[in-house]
């Protein structure tokens, strides 16, 4: 089963991705974690060019290929193998990133980016999308209080962010069979049980696994 966290800047999915991968392997799950960009040690080359914050001049559609160029070798390197080997794939963003912050964010063509994304991917599609919606205010406060680093995209606008918000719900809205959309501005262990009811009830109604 292929999983997928999404979501905008500071909505905890990493936190979250986390803590849903030691509990599937508690469960007997065995489940790959991986985040995007990055993952491999080519993504993560390629993640240190997207988010160094001189690389002021990117022109967006070199943005969108290099998210893709580093989601083309996770899901050669990682992600197929995992699912062939019959484990969980867990990963932290993937393609729908791109859409969000590429196309409603930057405001390129959605179905340009579209063919983009199905040649990177193969065509390969989440099973399920967990969505941890906040809102641009309460995430990037809440970056700030974390004491993370900044990357290139934190230093968008409000209206940028708010733009991926309302971009990720459109999203999920068009796909409600994939896409479940959690309220994420709660405390970690909250939304963690949401995810763990959500996963369990998604199995009990014919979703991939359990089969141990
Ligand atoms: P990251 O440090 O992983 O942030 P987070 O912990 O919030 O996920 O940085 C990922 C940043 O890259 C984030 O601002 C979103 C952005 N991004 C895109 O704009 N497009 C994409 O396709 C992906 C995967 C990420």
Redesign the pocket.
């Known amino acids: 089963m292929f999983i997928t966290l999404e979501g905008p800047?500071?909505s905890g999915?990493?936190t979250q991705a986390r803590l849903l991968a030691g509990w599937l392997q508690e469960q007997g799950y065995p489940v790959v974690l991986a985040?995007?960009?990055g993952g491999t040690a080519i993504g993560e080359r390629i993640r240190e060019v997207?988010?160094d914050p001189t690389h002021t001049g990117m022109a967006p559609w070199a943005e969108v290929f290099l998210?893709c160029a580093a989601r083309a070798q996770l899901v050669a390197e990682v992600i197929r193998p995992a699912l062939a080997a019959g484990q969980t794939v867990l990963c932290?963003?993937y393609a729908d990133?791109?859409l969000a912050?590429?196309g409603y964010g930057r405001g390129l063509d959605l179905e340009a980016l579209q063919r983009v994304l199905s040649l990177a991917t193969g065509g390969l599609t989440p099973d399920l999308t967990f969505c941890l919606d906040i809102s641009p205010e309460e995430g990037l406060a809440r970056r700030q209080r974390g004491g993370e680093e900044w990357?290139r995209?934190?230093r968008e606008t409000v209206e940028f962010h708010r733009r991926v918000r309302a971009g990720y719900l459109e999203l999920a809205g068009r796909e409600p069979r994939r896409w479940i959309v959690v309220d994420a501005a709660r405390p970690v262990e909250a939304v963690q049980a949401d995810l763990r009811a959500l996963l369990r009830a998604r199995w009990t109604g014919g979703g991939a696994p359990p089969a141990l």
Do not use: A, C, I
């Open positions: 800047d500071g999915k990493t985040r995007e960009p997207l988010h998210y932290d963003r990133s791109t912050y590429q990357n995209l934190d």
